[in-house]
């Protein structure tokens, strides 16, 4: 580079996104594996929504007024001149997919996860990134509490088989379409004499939405947020029995929850029961994951009238809370001398790899000494050897690094060790 060419600026990802390098990558493996695992053993199958959808479903699904809509969506107009929003939630692309492919005449339990990107535009910090992963489940045309209760369940079993203990569960309902609006008024009333204590944009959402007053992050909102009405005092008989009936599910269970009356969650198309699962020992973005019953979201959309009830979690903050022992690599290093050597080691690799082993191998001529100090480095398990004799033979020399022993054998025989040590 000449003396005067200019600096060349760094590439970087975007702020508020994140690589998940090998290393750290396993572990995101490993809990997608266990989730996939777990949430097929309730009747779930996964569906894949694309990442971006129109804006319009997020307007319609998760609500105009919400801070998501509002505040946190990344929308652009495409060259065709549409709205397109990278998707912030999940749950509307499924209720989309739904009503477009008619799932639901299909006659099949509605059970969907997905686990995937989404993205917002909110202030990066520790655990909140504007590009994250949810693991996503829904349940559809289900309206007995008892699947309240199992998918919150469920939630506890994903978290507890992956050893996550430091958690608590709060539940709450915030009632429906036939005893919220009374809420909200009490609600409007109340907060229009706490005003001053709240921050312009809450004292916006007392006229347009105030039961979006407890999504508030700031302090003194929260503090406010305190004294207002609590919509249990509202709930009509319906709601009520719905959450007794959530409740004695969960206590069948034998799972702790506690009722947190000031739990509303972020979003409109609550109704009903809502959850989130915090973690205990976490600083400010502390819920791991949340969700609730949405029984009015399909019908507003257009689509049919059936019920629907999730959760999100979220990955980076679970893999955050997780301590798993790191799992051995069991790699296989085939390591040669000479031309026909280097021949056959391309060959045993590939008779390895399609027996399931991992194995990697020298393309270039080293020494041993070098080709040793490699498999060392990637920290292979075994360590194949191809010499001279060896070919000869037809008998090759197969290292344990670990224990430093060597066997000889067949290449059948040499594979069968490798695939069957505990
Ligand atoms: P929500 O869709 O807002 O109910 O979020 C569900 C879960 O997704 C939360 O409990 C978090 O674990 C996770 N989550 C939400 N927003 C973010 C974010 N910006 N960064 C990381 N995780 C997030």
Not at 363 to 389: M, T
Request: hydrophobic share 40%.
């Amino acid at each position: 580079m000449s003396a005067d060419a200019p600096a060349r600026k760094e590439l970087t990802a975007v702020k508020g996104t994140h690589d998940i390098l090998p290393g750290e990558v396993e572990v995101w493996q490993r809990v997608e594996a266990a989730a996939t695992r777990l949430f097929e053993s309730y009747g779930y199958r996964e569906l894949r929504a694309p990442i971006i959808e129109p804006t319009e479903l997020f307007e319609k699904g998760t609500g105009e007024t919400t801070d998501i809509v509002t505040k946190e969506m990344y929308t652009f107009v495409d060259k065709g001149g549409r709205s397109i929003t990278l998707r912030p939630e999940y749950t509307p692309s499924v209720a989309r997919a739904i009503v477009e492919h008619r799932l639901d005449l299909l006659g099949l339990p509605m059970r969907y996860y997905y686990i995937g990107p989404m993205f917002r535009y909110d202030k990066p910090q520790k655990g909140r990134y504007r590009q994250f992963h949810q693991m996503d489940v829904e349940v559809f045309a289900e309206k007995d509490p008892a699947v309240d209760a199992e998918i919150i369940e469920m939630a506890d079993a994903l978290l507890r088989a992956l050893g996550v203990t430091e958690t608590e569960t709060l539940i709450n309902s915030v009632g429906c379409r036939a005893c919220r609006p009374a809420y909200s008024r009490a609600l409007r009333e109340a907060a229009a004499l706490v005003r001053d204590r709240l921050c312009p944009d809450c004292q916006r959402k007392i006229e347009t939405n105030p039961l979006r007053i407890f999504d508030c992050k700031i302090d003194g909102c929260r503090e406010a947020a305190q004294t207002l009405p609590k919509i249990s005092a509202f709930l009509c008989q319906d709601c009520r029995d719905h959450f007794a009936g959530v409740r004695a599910a969960l206590d069948l269970y034998g799972l702790a929850y506690k009722i947190d009356p000031n739990m509303v969650r972020g979003l409109d198309y609550y109704t009903k029961t809502t959850f989130e699962v915090v973690n205990l020992s976490g600083g400010q973005q502390n819920a791991v994951l949340g969700g609730g019953r949405y029984d009015d979201m399909m019908k507003d959309f257009g689509g049919p009238d059936i019920p629907g009830i999730g959760f999100a979690l979220g990955v980076e903050r679970l893999v955050a809370m997780l301590s798993l022992p790191p799992e051995p690599r069991r790699a296989v290093y085939v390591v040669h001398m000479g031309e026909k050597a280097r021949v056959e080691a391309l060959r045993l690799a590939r008779l390895f790899r399609r027996a399931g082993v991992e194995t990697l191998v020298e393309y270039g001529s080293r020494g041993f000494k070098a080709q040793f100090s490699r498999a060392n480095k990637v920290g292979a398990a075994w360590v194949l050897i191809i010499g001279e004799d060896e070919l000869a033979k037809g008998l090759f020399k197969l290292k344990d690094m670990a224990a430093g022993t060597q066997i000889e054998g067949a290449p059948a025989e040499l594979l069968a060790v490798v695939k069957g040590k505990p």
